[in-house]
């Protein structure tokens, strides 16, 4: 495993660096402030080939490699977390499942659009009354016909009101032995009759971020927009969920890195007792703290990127990975606020927002509890992985580099 960056991993990192700098970073504290998206940032990213960065060309990518997501993400949360949630739904949950699970039809008529940014995708997947128990979900699709009839709700759905797609799972048969094998996953239309679509408002962190609801009243779905076969809706939403992780730990590693560079610059120009703050020993320990966990969360998530792209299943590497950098990018925020003393406390400082930004984290995409579950289960010899049906695809080196 060769840790160095390429030159065409340093060309993402500086691209989406220069952007966020330029163009995010001036502005995200007022929306912030509004409890509202940036109104350009998904058309930016689309124009930049941010969102099908990892996508292959022939389906309107630009055939990066999983590490160049990776360090997208990071650059995109070290700005503001609510550009990279954009990218663990439109391409991790969405796009990279479609990839991974859908027929060559399939991902010529959504996948190259999404890739594109000409459409934004979410993934469905968690209900009002089911977070982590996805097996309990009681959205439900019958057939009929060449139709589904789908009906049920799905809750805090980022991207829900300003998404065209959603990949969506919900019960096909109620009589399954085991409840996960009654799952199935489909592409719906967001824009059919019998959809609604709704913000949630009041979030503690990710204010700049779209969060919502969508409800499915008798909604027709085609037989062809399901994705693989009836009962694999299970198998499917956790592949999803892995690549979401993906992504989710390569941002908060991101927001380590902020809040290190901000404590450092801070530490070194306040003074206190006739001296800067970063000549006191609590507060080298603090910033060696956040120094260290950036370096273990990048390595992690690098780790997991090189599987990726080697094609092979890394669901214990991504659940460490996951759960590991989100819980230090809020401990990283805490000590960045206590550094920052009085004014941490305000959003005169980004690390007040950083804070808010971490904390959600810990929660979705499979919150720390389920993450030590899952990784206990791999100790134990409780869960191995096996061959998905459909493994995902390795990057094609010679089209990337082209």
Same mark, same amino acid.
């Given at each position: ?15 989406? @660096? ?6 995010? /970073? ?35 990518? +630009? ?20 550009? @990279?949630?954009? =990218? ?17 039809? +399939? ?22 009354? =089911?977070?982590?128990?996805?097996? /309990?979900?009681?959205?439900?699709? @019958? ?19 300003? /998404? ?22 489909? #592409? ?11 913000? #949630? ?78 000549? %006191?020993?609590?507060? +080298? ?48 925020? %805490?000590?960045?606020? +206590? ?43 409780? @869960? ?9 695809? /390795? ?8």
């Amino acid at each position: 495993m060769d840790l160095s960056l390429s030159p065409e991993h340093e060309m993402v990192r500086k691209m989406v @660096r220069d952007f966020v700098q330029k163009e995010i /970073a001036p502005i995200v504290k007022e929306y912030d402030r509004k409890h509202e998206p940036i109104p350009f940032a998904l058309k930016r990213m689309g124009e930049l080939g941010i969102l099908g960065i990892c996508i292959p060309v022939k389906y309107g990518g +630009q055939g990066m490699d999983y590490l160049s997501l990776g360090l997208a993400c990071e650059e995109l949360e070290a700005a503001d977390t609510s550009l @990279r949630v954009v =990218m663990s739904v439109h391409v991790g949950l969405c796009s990279l499942t479609l990839l991974q699970w859908g027929t060559e039809e +399939q991902k010529q008529r959504f996948l190259v659009p999404l890739a594109r940014g000409e459409k934004i995708g979410c993934g469905a997947f968690t209900e009002p009354s =089911m977070g982590s128990d996805v097996a /309990a979900m009681t959205t439900y699709a @019958r057939r009929e016909g060449d139709y589904y009839i789908l009906n049920g709700e799905k809750m805090w759905i980022s991207l829900a009101s300003r /998404a065209d797609l959603a990949l969506v799972t919900a019960k096909t048969d109620l009589t399954a032995e085991k409840p996960s094998r009654g799952l199935s996953t489909f #592409i719906v239309d967001l824009h059919s009759p019998g959809v609604k679509t709704g913000d #949630i408002h009041g979030k503690l962190g990710v204010r700049a971020g779209s969060t919502g609801w969508i409800s499915f009243t008798d909604v027709k779905v085609p037989v062809e927009n399901r994705i693989g076969e009836e009962g694999e809706g299970f198998k499917i939403t956790m592949s999803a969920f892995d690549h979401g992780r993906y992504t989710v730990a390569a941002g908060a590693t991101g927001i380590i890195r902020a809040c290190l560079e901000a404590s450092v610059a801070y530490a070194k120009t306040r003074t206190t007792f006739g001296r800067p703050i970063a000549e %006191h020993q609590l507060i +080298q320990q603090k910033i060696a703290n956040m120094s260290q966990d950036y370096e273990i969360a990048r390595l992690l998530y690098y780790q997991v990127g090189w599987l990726k792209n080697l094609g092979k299943r890394c669901t214990y590497e991504t659940s460490i990975a996951k759960k590991f950098a989100t819980e230090a990018s809020f401990n990283a925020a %805490h000590e960045a606020v +206590q550094i920052h003393g009085a004014y941490g406390y305000s959003d005169e400082y980004d690390v007040e927002r950083y804070l808010r930004n971490a904390r959600g984290a810990i929660i979705y995409e499979g919150s720390s509890e389920i993450q030590t579950l899952i990784q206990a289960g791999y100790a134990l010899g409780f @869960r191995q992985d096996k061959p998905l049906r459909c493994e995902p695809p /390795a990057y094609d080196e010679k089209e990337w580099q082209s």
